[in-house]
Every structure is written in structure tokens, then in C-alpha cells.
């Protein structure tokens, strides 16, 4: 039986939230749909004084990729879940919303390849500029540079 906490959040994410499930330690998990995230994530700020980004994550599962906006929302964390499609990993970003959202996103886009838009400085944050050999935490990546090497 969800807690009230959890029934508040379903009431009033109706028709936004695909589900909202919660887990043993009481961690609340909102699926939403990327063309509502910006909805979402306005909404959070405005009613729930959900300001604050902890951090974003990405799991990739091979057909797709799962996005998790982690938030401490009231007494718990939400996290956004997000599924983008491999063959279009994109996703509008938060940083109109939430300016603390500029590093994950460029994170995001370096390191995975997640195309994110209407980011304001999509400037590499972890690899070299020089870097031309693909998004290295991918799950199919291979360094192209080890060719041979066994």
C-alpha cells in the first residue's frame, strides 16, 4: 500500500506519470515521458520546492538508454526515470529550470552521447577536445585505438 506521500504525488502527476513505484528504502521512482520532463521538473520546482538536482545517471541496456533525475523531494528522493530510445538518445535539458543541471548534462552528452537540447555550453567536460573515438561508457564501446591488442 502506498504511503501518502506516494498517493500525493500519483493525484497530482496524473496523466504525466507513466508510474510511480517506491522501493525498500523508501526511495520514490517516477516514470515520466521525455516529451513531459520539462513539465515534470517545473512542477517539482513550483509546488514541491524541488530546486535542487543531485545528480543525473544513465543506464544503458543495450536497446535503451535510462535517465534518473535525482531530486530530494520533501521528506524523500525521487528520481525521474526517463527511457530514451538508442536511436534517438535525446532529451531537453533543465538548466531554464534548474541552472545546477549545466555539469550533469554536459556529462551526459560526453561521456554517453546523450544528445541534450537547448543546453546553453555543450563544451566537453570530461575527455579531451582531441577526443574522436566514440562515447567510452557505452555498453557496445570498443577503443578503436586497441585494434590487435590482446
Given at each position: 500500500?502506498?504511503?501518502?506521500?506516494?498517493?500525493?504525488?500519483?493525484?497530482?502527476?496524473?496523466?504525466?506519470?507513466?508510474?510511480?513505484?517506491?522501493?525498500?528504502?523508501?526511495?520514490?521512482?517516477?516514470?515520466?515521458?521525455?516529451?513531459?520532463?520539462?513539465?515534470?521538473?517545473?512542477?517539482?520546482?513550483?509546488?514541491?520546492?524541488?530546486?535542487?538536482?543531485s545528480?543525473?545517471?544513465?543506464?544503458?541496456?543495450?536497446?535503451?538508454?535510462?535517465?534518473?533525475?535525482?531530486?530530494?523531494?520533501?521528506?524523500?528522493?525521487?528520481s525521474?526515470?526517463?527511457?530514451?530510445?538508442?536511436?534517438?538518445?535525446?532529451?531537453?535539458?533543465?538548466?531554464?529550470?534548474?541552472?545546477?543541471?549545466?555539469?550533469?548534462?554536459?556529462?551526459?552528452?560526453?561521456?554517453?552521447?546523450?544528445?541534450?537540447?537547448?543546453?546553453?555550453?555543450m563544451?566537453?567536460?570530461?575527455?579531451?577536445?582531441?577526443?574522436?573515438?566514440?562515447?567510452?561508457?557505452?555498453?557496445?564501446?570498443?577503443?578503436?585505438?586497441?585494434?590487435?591488442?590482446?
Amino acid at each position: 500500500m502506498a504511503d501518502e506521500y506516494v498517493s500525493n504525488l500519483a493525484a497530482r502527476f496524473q496523466g504525466i506519470a507513466k508510474a510511480i513505484t517506491e522501493d525498500k528504502q523508501a526511495k520514490v521512482y517516477m516514470e515520466i515521458p521525455r516529451e513531459s520532463l520539462l513539465k515534470a521538473v517545473g512542477i517539482l520546482k513550483a509546488e514541491y520546492d524541488g530546486y535542487h538536482l543531485s545528480t543525473i545517471t544513465v543506464l544503458d541496456s543495450g536497446d535503451r538508454f535510462e535517465l534518473l533525475y535525482h531530486m530530494p523531494i520533501g521528506p524523500r528522493l525521487l528520481s525521474l526515470r526517463v527511457f530514451l530510445p538508442r536511436s534517438d538518445p535525446t532529451v531537453d535539458s533543465l538548466t531554464g529550470l534548474i541552472p545546477g543541471a549545466i555539469l550533469y548534462e554536459r556529462e551526459l552528452n560526453d561521456i554517453m552521447g546523450i544528445q541534450v537540447r537547448n543546453h546553453p555550453d555543450m563544451r566537453r567536460l570530461l575527455l579531451p577536445d582531441s577526443w574522436q573515438w566514440g562515447h567510452p561508457l557505452r555498453k557496445d564501446w570498443t577503443d578503436p585505438r586497441k585494434k590487435g591488442v590482446k
